[in-house]
Nanobody
């Protein structure tokens, strides 16, 4: 059974930075991709944030975070990171680690989900 465990959420002022991490465990880990999805307060739908190909390392970003967020990975540690800079109040939400195909992550239909970590950006 696969587990994705996030860490690093918190409260930050607008313009600040946060780094999220997510470690996978449970079996030999070799997904197509890992990434991050988020759900803002009061929003019904979750939004694609970023993804990284697990073997090749190609990165993908949602339009709202391009140029501000950076996704990276450490294959040896089965861990994916999300460095968030120039944070805005609109970035507030629950951030979910996810794994599956790149297309699945972009469509918010991953194979695996983490439990989520709260990020709150104050103005």
């Amino acid at each position: 059974q696969v587990q994705l465990v996030e860490a690093g959420g918190g409260v930050v002022q607008a313009g600040g930075s946060l780094r999220l991490s997510c470690q996978a465990s449970g079996r030999t880990w070799n997904p197509y991709a890992m990434g991050w999805l988020r759900q803002g307060p009061g929003k019904e739908e979750r939004e694609f944030v970023a993804a990284v190909g697990w073997n090749i390392g190609t990165t993908f970003y949602g339009d709202s975070v391009k140029g501000r967020f950076t996704i990276s990975k450490d294959n040896a540690r089965n861990t994916v990171y999300l460095q968030m800079t120039s944070l805005k109040p609109d970035d507030t939400g629950v951030y979910y680690c996810a794994a599956g195909t790149v297309l699945g992550l972009m469509k918010v239909t991953p194979d695996y989900w983490g439990q989520g970590t709260q990020v709150s950006v104050s103005s």
